[in-house]
Structure formats: C-alpha cells, structure tokens
C-alpha cells in the first residue's frame, strides 16, 4: 500500500488474525500468546492456516491459564478459479470462532494440510531442477502432525541455502505465481470453505482483500454463500483503503474485523502490533455476530474479569 499510513488511536488491544509455527508462522502458539498480551492485546485469534492445532494446545485441559481471550480461527487459502483479476487466483476466508471440536471440519482441513504437503514437496523437487536446492533433511520437510506446510517455510529454508536475501524477495522472486517455482494450489473453493466454516459455527470472513471496493460482484457472491465478515483494519492497508472498506462492511451488513497477519519473519510482535489499528468495537462486533456456542468458545480471562 502506498498511501497515506494509519496512525493508531490507542494501542490495540484486538488482533483477530495472527500464526503459529502449527501453520508458516515462527513462534510458538503459547509465545505468540504471551507477546500479544504483553503489549495489551485482550482478544486475540490464532488463525493458522487450515489447522487448530495451535488452539487445540492453548485449551487443552491442564493447559496454563490463558492471559487473554482466544478466538478458535483458521484462515483458508481457497482456490478462485472462476474469478479473473485476483492475486494467485486466491481469496483468503478466516474461520473466527470455529468449533475446533468438529469432527467434519477437521476431516476438511486435514485434506487441506495434505494438499499442502503435495504442493510443498513439489516446489521442493521442482526448486532442485531449477539448481535452487534446499536442506531436505531440514525438520521443516518433516511437520508435526496436525501442522500445515505453505510457502513461507521453503522461503526460510531459501534464505538459509543462501539463494534469496529474505524470505519476502524469496517469496516474491521465486515462489510467486508466473515466478519459475511456482506450483498452483490445490484446495477447497471460497463458497466450499465458507460453508465449512458456517457448518463448524464459525463466522467466515474475507481476508485482506483490498480490491473489495471495486469487487463487489465478488464480494456480492461470497454474501450469497454465507460470507458474514470483512477485514477492515488490516494492518498493511493504508488509511484511504481502511475508509473505503469500513464505508463497505457498513454498506453490506459485514462484520468488521482487524488484525496484523503477524507471522514474523522480519519483525517482532511488539514491532508488528506498534502500527496496528483494531478498534474495541470489531470485538464486540465478532462477539455479537458469533452464535452462543461460538461465544463459549472464546477462553481467557478478559471476558470473564
Ligand atoms: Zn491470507
Ligand atoms: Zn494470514
């Protein structure tokens, strides 16, 4: 984004999209957890991609007493084949407070994650014909059960074959689409991953999707299907773009909701949260868009002190 940057109003204390190392993120779920709260955050959601892994641990009976509420999400890379002129022909839906107890839904995600493995192993040979090798006896290659693989890691692994300066001029250089490693993804659809959501009583919303405004045949679509949330105050959109997506939400009855899409590879969270902007009200509006059980989910101490 290029405009003008948003200047945050008081430090944010909600952040309703974040990752783990259970998906592309590097921290530990209970680290990210303690960075968050650290700096003032008091609702969180862990959002990795296509697992729950991360919030399964954070509530797992026995598990420490959380310093804040925990949004169950997910966020859903699905594959838009029908719709011309998107980023990697993808948009992105996060799940905010998905039953992580759903058997269906983890039979979904689970066929996501292995999706994932075939394309990260193909990007990975493919990377050796291209005389770009990676560390194949890197534990990356080699994820925890119920984790999921995606770009970023084999971006760091990369970075540490010396192949690439960062992991974004890696991302952008060699893994993008129409970029020589490039390996299309494989998945479900938006109106597939939004019923998914629905179905596991969560609440799906559009993710960064800063071309919402002059999409709204898309946007349009996505309603008709079950979508009840946009993501206004992203933190890499610039202020006009912020305006022009909260005038939308209010125009189409979509939830707002906020985040920093915080994975960490160049930054800490602290740096991260400094020029995030997510007011109180996108909690209290996921809050009251969530239905009971939903709510319930929502474990922490802020709530309920
Ligand atoms: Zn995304
Ligand atoms: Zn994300």
Excluded at 179 to 208: F, M, S
Aim: glycine share 10%; proline share 7%.
């Amino acid at each position: 984004m290029s405009g003008s940057p948003v200047v945050p109003a008081y430090p944010s204390r909600v952040d309703l999209h974040t990752h783990s190392r259970r998906s592309d993120g590097v921290l530990e779920p209970r680290d990210l957890v303690a960075a968050a709260a650290v700096v003032g955050v008091r609702v969180l959601a862990l959002a990795d991609h296509d697992t729950l892994a991360g919030v399964r641990e954070l509530c797992a009976p026995g598990a420490p007493e959380l310093p804040l509420d925990l949004v169950p999400a997910v966020e859903i890379n699905s594959v838009a084949s029908g719709i011309e002129g998107l980023w990697e022909g993808e948009l992105h839906i996060l799940g905010l407070g998905v039953d992580p107890d759903s058997e269906a839904f983890e039979v979904a995600l689970e066929s996501q994650r292995q999706s994932r493995s075939i394309r990260f192993l193909m990007i990975v040979a493919r990377l050796r014909d291209l005389g770009l090798p990676v560390d194949e006896g890197d534990e990356a290659l080699r994820p925890e059960p119920g984790s999921s693989l995606g770009r970023p890691q084999i971006a760091r692994l990369l970075v540490a074959a010396g192949h690439a300066p960062s992991v974004d001029a890696a991302m952008k250089d060699i893994l993008a689409r129409d970029r020589p490693a490039y390996v299309p993804r494989q998945g479900l659809g938006p109106h597939e991953a939004i019923a998914a959501i629905r179905d596991a009583g969560g609440l799906p919303v559009l993710a960064h999707f800063a071309d919402a405004p002059a999409r709204r045949d898309v946007v349009g679509d996505l309603i008709s299907a079950g979508l009840g949330g946009l993501e206004v105050h992203y933190r890499h959109f610039d202020a006009e773009t912020m305006a022009q997506m909260a005038d939308l939400a209010r125009a189409l009855r979509l939830v707002p909701t906020g985040g920093s899409d915080y994975h960490g590879d160049s930054e800490t969270y602290a740096q991260a949260h400094a020029t995030l902007f997510v007011p109180d009200e996108d909690a209290d509006a996921l809050f009251a868009s969530l239905p009971d059980g939903a709510r319930e989910r929502v474990r922490g101490a802020a709530r309920t002190s």
